[in-house]
């Protein structure tokens, strides 16, 4: 156990270095560290993917904190469009939780492949952003919210990769979007999160010291350092650089993405 539980905090440092030197949620790099690792603890095969996104989804919420009191202090949060969101993506992670909780694990798996896929395609191409806000879409807001929340419950993500290219399309400035997407994938990982664990609950197959499909050693291990070194790789993101270590790092989410279809 303790070995697992060192092995944890070494992918919270990891994913916490990543999200702020690339702006992207850890759940890119964490749902398949915890997944290989729980296979290798030999947890129940039908079981570890799920874990996987549960666990992930979890450690979110204590990095989304971290990253909203930051963007506050910025002023870069419009306040207005995370209150349109915030409804459906609350419904959507909800959502999000059910469905992974009904479809097979492969399945899921490939959901996840097939999302790593696309944002080593985004990272790859470096999309154009705008940098200031112009006209607002209130509906567009209600109705993306549902989606947001769903897929990013069902891969155990942020939702930062959804978001920001969302707001950003609606003629949002990048640093609001940011900030903006911080902001929402804390009720993305409280709901659910919050749904993974009732969902879970009394499942005699689940290993000890999990609370529902959350196991509680790996959400402690990634949250405590992850917290740690996101700001470090925030800093760095200004003195690297940063458009050239994302075409190394997609080709890095490439080769996760492989190891996984061949695990």
Not at 110 to 122: E, H, K, M, S
Not at 135 to 159: E, N
Request: proline share 5%; aromatic share 10%.
């Amino acid at each position: 156990m303790l070995e697992f539980f060192l092995l944890t905090m070494l992918v919270g440092l990891v994913a916490g270095l990543l999200a702020g030197l690339f702006g992207l949620g850890g759940g890119v790099v964490i749902v398949p560290a915890l997944l290989w690792l729980f296979t290798e603890q030999q947890f129940p095969e039908n079981q570890a993917m799920i874990m996987a996104v549960a666990t992930s989804l979890a450690t979110i919420i204590m990095t989304s904190i971290s990253s909203l009191l930051s963007h506050h202090k910025l002023g870069n949060i419009l306040w207005h469009r995370v209150y349109r969101l915030t409804p459906g993506i609350v419904t959507g992670s909800v959502a999000g939780a059910i469905v992974a909780d009904g479809v097979a694990p492969d399945q899921l798996k490939w959901l996840f492949i097939g999302y790593l896929c696309y944002v080593a395609l985004r990272m790859a191409r470096q999309f154009p952003a705008n940098d200031k806000e112009g006209k607002q879409y209130r509906r567009l807001d209600y109705l993306a919210g549902p989606g947001i929340g769903l897929v990013s419950s069902l891969l155990g993500i942020g939702g930062g990769t959804l978001t920001v290219p969302y707001l950003v399309g609606r003629q949002v400035a990048i640093k609001n979007a940011v900030a903006i997407s911080s902001v929402c994938g804390l009720p993305i990982a409280i709901s659910g999160a919050a749904a993974y664990g009732l969902l879970g609950w009394g499942n005699s197959a689940l290993p000890e010291w999990s609370l529902g499909y959350i196991y509680l050693p790996a959400f402690l291990g990634i949250s405590v350092c992850s917290m740690l070194t996101a700001p470090i790789g925030a800093k760095l993101a200004y003195q690297l650089p940063a458009k050239k270590l994302k075409r190394y790092f997609s080709v890095l989410i490439l080769i996760i993405a492989i190891k996984m279809l061949m695990q």
